[in-house]
């Protein structure tokens, strides 16, 4: 099992500066040492996730590269000039690549064709995750892990990541000196430098309470640009908004959809989550709140998508119904009598996927 005893020293210089400052603070020394005796017994147990967790200088790295010298110590990857999606092994399918993507929180195609020094600290974050994640045959040590994001990013990213790394059977140790992270992370176990405390892993992700409420056409500038079609919005669109923690989140947008066949058919318009809330599975439950809303009321309600992660959760939700596979539909150039939008912004260029609510209302 990891377990260890060692010393690690520090060869002090003798320069100026420092023998004015060993004789300002009385520190006659030649060397420092620091005497480690730590002990994380996860042999016994299946694990996926662990974290290493403490205050800044008291040796988490140094814990992990003495422990675990066989793991790979992520320290990052070469980035090109051209989009990040050419960086990832070549032997990856564009499909793998995207899935991977849109599993660690980030899905967003219109910043998928960007090179990786023009993301946001968040972004890289995830990015780099999805291709460690599934280009190391070896379980991986990532060190500062979320140090360089915002607080409420390195939540619902950890929780999006842990979900992604169980799913490939994939083991990585993160390394941070952020206690934050760990009830969101939901780590198979932990190791508390501070304490030299070793656990198997015990908290679990809060409950994420979601407010929905009707917004206003004026609000859709706050999603517009995350949108990874056509930033139009139609303005005889019903629109919904979700709410964390009083801040809007996500938004959900509803069109009346004239059919020859079929009545009282509503379509989402416009379904967006917010980059740093994605990956947790907040627009499924949002859609399926939405959807559940117009069914009470008598009415079929679909969905055209394109969108990866959509597809992905709409497949394996078992309250819709796949109307049509990924297909081209459409002639290109043509306008829209809905939104007055040429068939571009919808589907004759791309592959879309229909699917229509049936289920019951799925819980926040």
Not at 60 to 70: G, P, S, W
Not at 110 to 127: A, E, H, I, T, Y
Not at 187 to 204: A, H, I, S, T
Not at 270 to 295: E, H, N, S, T, W
């Amino acid at each position: 099992m990891p377990s260890s005893k060692f010393v690690i020293t520090t060869k002090v210089p003798k320069t100026f500066r420092v023998e004015k400052v060993k004789g300002m603070f009385d520190v006659d020394k030649d060397e420092i040492i620091k005497e480690f005796d730590v002990n994380i017994p996860i042999e016994s147990k299946k694990w996926n996730v662990g974290l290493i967790v403490g205050a800044s200088g008291s040796g988490k790295t140094t814990i992990a590269k003495n422990l675990f010298k066989d793991y790979l110590l992520f320290s990052g990857f070469e980035w090109s000039k051209d989009s990040f999606l050419d960086d990832f092994q070549e032997d990856l399918s564009p499909t793998k690549i995207i899935e991977s993507l849109s599993k660690v929180g980030f899905s967003s195609p219109p910043d998928w064709l960007k090179p990786f020094n023009v993301l946001s600290n968040g972004q890289k974050m995830r990015v780099e995750l999805a291709r460690i994640i599934l280009e190391s045959e070896k379980p991986f040590i990532y060190d500062e892990f979320t140090s360089l994001v915002d607080r409420q990013v390195a939540k619902i990213g950890s929780f999006a990541i842990s979900k992604f790394l169980k799913k490939e059977n994939k083991q990585m140790i993160a390394v941070t000196c952020h206690y934050d992270v760990e009830e969101w992370l939901e780590p198979d176990w932990v190791y508390n430098v501070d304490l030299q405390e070793f656990y198997w892993g015990l908290l679990r992700r809060p409950t994420i309470k979601v407010n929905i409420r009707k917004a206003s056409s004026i609000e859709w500038k706050e999603y517009k640009q995350f949108h990874y079609l056509d930033a139009n919005h139609n303005n005889a669109a019903h629109r919904y908004v979700a709410e964390i923690n009083g801040q809007s989140v996500a938004w959900c947008s509803i069109l009346h959809f004239p059919h020859p066949f079929i009545k009282n058919m509503k379509k989402v318009h416009r379904l967006v989550v917010k980059p740093d809330y994605q990956g947790i599975g907040l627009g499924a439950k949002f859609l399926d709140c939405i959807a559940d809303l117009y069914k009470q009321q008598n009415n079929r309600f679909s969905i055209v998508t394109s969108q990866p992660a959509i597809v992905f959760s709409l497949i394996k939700n078992k309250r819709w119904f796949m109307v049509r596979k990924p297909s081209r539909v459409g002639k290109a150039g043509k306008s829209s009598s809905i939104t007055g939008m040429t068939s571009k912004a919808f589907s004759s260029a791309r592959l879309t996927t229909s699917f229509e609510y049936t289920g019951q209302l799925s819980e926040l």
